[in-house]
């Protein structure tokens, strides 16, 4: 019986070690979402730059559209924020922001300064719709279809090769399934 206890601790180095080898070698850019293949959940907030103006999901219906979770605290949605800036020019699809956790005259300020990509940003400062959304930290983007349905979360700034690899690809089908009908 004792020498079955002065292994235990080597026993519990190789469980721990396991686990730890596990978790590093996952992708945190690609966390699986429940959302997939389901509609953006029910919200009404304020539109950052007008808190008299209320938004729901019903405001991101219509067309395939790319919600951006950022905020000002974030460096890599600084980091991000010029490429969505050239993004914001084509009319393939709409740019909406989530902006998260933020102050609403930071934020606005950083629009200003920055420029200003989205058509819109909600804001969430308290983040209830991104945590009904399942948001870990800015920046995320979800794409959702034109029937409100979201179809892509991915975490982590958008730049011209994360484009090209994990966007250009759902976008150019999600065309397709909307010239079809």
């Known amino acids: 019986m004792n020498k079955v206890i002065r292994f235990i601790p080597l026993i519990l180095f190789v469980l721990l070690a396991v686990v730890l080898y596990r978790g590093l070698s996952l992708n945190p850019e690609k966390l699986p979402s ?6 953006v959940p029910a919200f009404t907030l304020s539109q950052l730059k007008d808190a008299n103006t209320t938004l729901s999901a ?7 559209v790319l919600l951006n979770v950022w905020a000002t605290w974030c460096p890599s949605c600084r980091y991000e924020h010029p490429y969505l800036l050239d993004l914001a020019k084509s009319d393939r699809v709409k ?7 933020d102050e609403r005259d930071l934020a606005i300020t950083w629009l200003n300064q920055l420029g200003d990509p989205y058509e819109f940003s909600i804001f969430d400062d308290m983040g209830r719709l991104g945590l009904d959304l399942g948001v870990y930290a800015a920046p995320e983007t979800f794409v959702i279809d034109h029937n409100g349905i979201i179809r892509k979360r991915f975490a982590g700034p958008i ?14 089908q999600l065309e397709a399934e909307r010239a079809k009908g």
Do not use: H, S
């Not at 019903?58 to 395939?64: E, K, M, N, S, Y």
């Not at 740019?95 to 956790?101: A, D, E």
């Not at 730049?159 to 150019?172: C, M, N, S, Y």
């Open 34 to 39: 429940a959302l997939i293949g389901k509609p």
């Open 58 to 64: 019903q405001d991101l219906t219509g067309d395939i």
């Open 95 to 101: 740019l909406y922001g989530l902006n998260y956790k």
């Open 159 to 172: 730049d011209a090769k994360v484009w090209q690899d994990e966007f250009e690809p759902l976008i150019r």
